[in-house]
């Protein structure tokens, strides 16, 4: 059964770095499928973020792209989210989880809530 | 990017009704939507994948429907466990985007 676990600080000061982490287990991240982050304002919706495929390419939201970077430690079966220079607006809960084209997102994490405050 | 609009905002239905929602993409998805379920403290679940295939486990008073840029879910007979928020994401062009959501509630 495959299972995504993010983690990470609950709050961020404003101007610094978000750092998450997605530990996967019961799936290899290097079999395929995308492997992205989505997050949710508090009572808002949904916002892809960015995702990664292992065979090297990295996929960014235009309106985030400065900002981001995505990378995986295959090793450890791991994939990991930075997002600088955060303000408020990037208060959200964040999602790990595994997509594709053709079957959508079909594995989520529980989420992790991120509070940028000072 | 391709815009994803949802309708109506909000649907207030009774238990045993038939829910008929209701999502646009600005320009041709190609079968490639998808929609959500969320609940209050939970992540997301995957309901319909390729506009009309249930995904594992989803019951089959969901339905998905649609092609090009107009698609609907269809609840065909609400039951207590179905009053929640519900999205449509399209995976055609990147970047992946969202409908803002409509929420069913309890009438």
Known sequence: Q????????GLVKPSETLSLTCAVSG???????FWGWIRQPPGKGLE???????????????????RLTISADT??????????????????????ARHSYNYGVDYWGQGT???VSS | ???????????????????????????????????????????????????????????ARFSGSGSGTEFTLTISSLQS???????????DNWPLTFGGGTRVEIK
């Open chain 1, 75 to 96: 090793p450890k079966n791991e994939f990991s989210l930075k997002l600088s220079s955060v303000t408020a607006a990037d208060t959200a809960v964040y999602y790990c």
């Open chain 2, 1 to 59: 990017e391709i815009v994803m609009t949802q309708s109506p905002a909000t649907l207030s239905m009774s238990p045993g009704e038939r829910a008929t929602l209701s999502c646009r993409a600005s320009q041709s998805v190609n079968s490639r939507l998808a929609w959500y379920q969320q609940k209050p403290g939970q992540p997301p679940r995957l309901l319909i994948y390729g506009t009309s295939t249930r995904a594992t486990g989803i019951p």
């Open chain 1, 27 to 33: 799936y290899s991240i290097t079999n395929g499928y």
């Open chain 1, 2 to 9: 495959v299972q995504l676990q993010e983690s990470g600080p």
């Open chain 1, 113 to 115: 809530l991120v509070t």
């Open chain 1, 48 to 66: 892809w973020i960015a995702t990664i495929y292992l065979s090297g390419s990295s996929y960014y939201n235009p309106s985030l792209k400065s």
């Open chain 2, 81 to 91: 466990e179905d009053f929640a928020v519900y999205y449509c994401q399209q995976s």
